[in-house]
């Protein structure tokens, strides 16, 4: 026998139970938006080429463009189609930029938890470091909101084996971390459960663009393909697509031209589908249709 992880059993997508999202709708689709802060000097990050010895000038003032002008256009975008925002938040990002989550604040938009900064890995840290690093962007972002987040994204989707456990003990719902599905799952914790919600490791700015070099114009159609193949795909299941972006990768002036015409599109279809807040859609797997979920 293999060594597994043990948070969920093996159910076809064919096999489950059926259910419809809110106004009878059969696809969810949220915008996932990281926005991240780095170390100057050390610590990890994303390459526009690669780096020399540091201070990595820089691929550090590459992803600062991010939150000083791509986050900004991304937001005009979002405003003139009108579409909420699942924001993944490094908590630094409070102290770094509190005018940018002030703005998403005043939009409605969801906050989750992302760690302290993605210049570090939780998964290298022992239990007792790992629940603090969890504590402290938790007290974060619920001192700026005034709600804890329900729903977390570890930087670099770096788990240790105890992360579900922490998360569910730290007291949020819902994980993204986890991409094995187009639908929500619930996971076993040592406590009870937390919900899987499908997060894009493909429909995503970074491997997409940063690891396989995909032009502005490829990433923007594999969104409206991704997008078209589902909505076809959910007449027979219920699913989810979430977007995941990056403003120091799509908020670049040319991919956000060709990022705008991908979001019309799904914009166009939006009497056909849930264009949602991943949190919201945690909320419906709770409340709403907690035994339909595998």
């Given at each position: 026998m293999l060594p597994t992880h043990g948070r969920y059993d093996y159910v076809p997508i064919t096999q489950r139970a059926d259910y419809t999202w809110p106004n009878g709708a059969r696809l969810a689709?949220?915008?996932?938006?990281?926005?991240?802060?780095?170390?100057?000097?050390?610590?990890?990050?994303?390459?526009?080429?690669?780096g020399g010895p540091q201070p990595d000038v820089l691929n550090y003032a590459w992803r600062d463009y991010g939150n000083r002008v791509g986050a900004w256009r991304m937001i005009e975008i979002f405003d003139a189609l009108d579409m909420p925002v699942s924001v993944l938040a490094n908590s630094a990002?409070?102290?770094?930029?509190?005018?940018?989550?002030?703005?998403?604040?005043?939009?409605?938009?969801?906050?989750?938890?992302?760690g302290r900064t993605n210049a570090e890995r939780q998964s290298v840290l022992d239990e007792a470091d790992e629940a603090q690093l969890i504590a402290e962007a938790t007290a974060v972002i619920t001192r700026a909101e005034g709600r804890a987040p329900q729903g977390w994204l570890s930087p670099w989707i770096a788990e240790s084996r105890v992360t579900p456990d922490l998360l569910d003990e730290a007291g949020y719902g819902y994980t993204l971390n986890w991409c094995m599905d187009d639908q929500p799952v619930w996971m076993r914790t040592r406590r009870g459960r937390i919900l899987s919600i499908p997060y894009p490791q493909e429909v995503n700015d970074i491997p997409s663009i940063v690891a396989r070099k995909d032009g502005a114009a490829q990433?923007?159609?594999?969104?409206?393909?991704?997008?078209?193949?589902?909505?076809?795909?959910?007449?027979?299941?219920?699913?989810?697509?979430?977007?995941?972006?990056?403003?120091?990768?799509?908020g670049q002036p040319y991919r956000l031209r060709h990022l705008r015409r991908a979001l019309a599109h799904i914009n166009a279809h939006r009497d056909q589908i849930w264009l949602t807040r991943a949190g919201d859609i945690h909320a419906h797997c709770r409340d709403v249709i907690p035994d339909l979920i595998p």
């Open positions: 689709v949220y915008i996932g938006l990281n926005l991240e802060h780095f170390a100057f000097g050390e610590g990890l990050g994303a390459e526009l080429a690669p990002m409070y102290d770094y930029a509190p005018d940018l989550m002030a703005a998403h604040r005043a939009r409605g938009d969801e906050v989750l938890g992302h990433f923007a159609d594999m969104i409206t393909d991704n997008f078209d193949e589902m909505l076809t795909q959910s007449e027979q299941q219920p699913l989810v697509m979430g977007i995941a972006l990056h403003p120091y990768l799509v």
